[in-house]
T-cell receptor
């Protein structure tokens, strides 16, 4: 099992739709979790951290499920500008501090 | 100027050339990273420096040689590369390394490298 796995997509949704991505991780000792956004031919940018209690930032909600070892990202009322690749990042813990990236999930929001 | 800046943005080199990628961060961070991003692959960590000391070398071929002269600058020296080394090379920084849970990465815009 890969350390961090994501469905590559693409997820093709209309404007206004709600879409959710999951990301699974293999190391149960993982400590920190993040979602990054990467536009085509650009660098990744931090979207949000993921906390145990879940967190929300506007239309974006991130949740952590430690029992099942996955994190999720929910996007409500999708905009055209949300089209991007969403990268899941996990810091393993257990003595390792290296952030590990998933392959990313591609989202295409169409009119 | 703020953030993380990388130069050059694009680089084409032959297999016998020697070139260097440069990264500079203006965030006052203590850790800097080199990542490689190939098509349809996750970002691969190459090197990590914390307070100018290399703390991770992720089994990278010796044709890639990093250098960190101070906490604000990071270089990646390239020599005798192979065509399969063509990729986007991303530099990143974080406040610290291994010091806390909330270590967010800030990336430069990358160098798109093509090896002919």
């Amino acid at each position: 099992r890969k350390e961090v796995e994501q469905d590559p997509g693409p997820f093709n949704v209309p404007e206004g739709a709600t879409v959710a991505f999951n990301c699974t991780y293999s190391n149960s000792a993982s400590q920190s979790f993040f979602w990054y956004r990467q536009d085509c031919r650009k660098e990744p940018k931090l979207l949000m951290s993921v906390y145990s209690s879940g967190n929300e930032d506007g239309r974006f909600t991130a949740q952590l499920n430690r029992a099942s070892q996955y994190i999720s990202l929910l996007i409500r009322d999708s905009k055209l500008s949300d089209s991007a690749t969403y990268l899941c990042v996990v810091r393993p813990g257990g003595g390792s501090y290296i952030p590990t990236f998933g392959r990313g999930t591609s989202l295409i929001v169409h009119p | 100027e703020t953030g993380v800046t990388q130069t050059p943005r694009h680089l084409v080199m032959g297999m016998t050339n020697k070139k260097s990628l440069k990264c500079e961060q203006h965030l006052g961070h203590n850790a800097m990273y080199w990542y490689k991003q190939s098509a349809k692959k996750p970002l691969e960590l190459m090197f990590v420096y914390s307070l100018e000391e290399r703390v991770e070398n992720n089994s990278v071929p010796s044709r890639f040689s990093p250098e960190c002269p101070n906490s604000s600058h990071l270089f990646l020296h390239l020599h005798t590369l192979q065509p399969e080394d063509s990729a986007l090379y991303l530099c990143a920084s974080s406040q610290d390394f291994g010091q806390g849970e909330d270590e967010k990465l800030f990336f430069g815009s990358g160098t798109q490298l093509s090896v002919l």
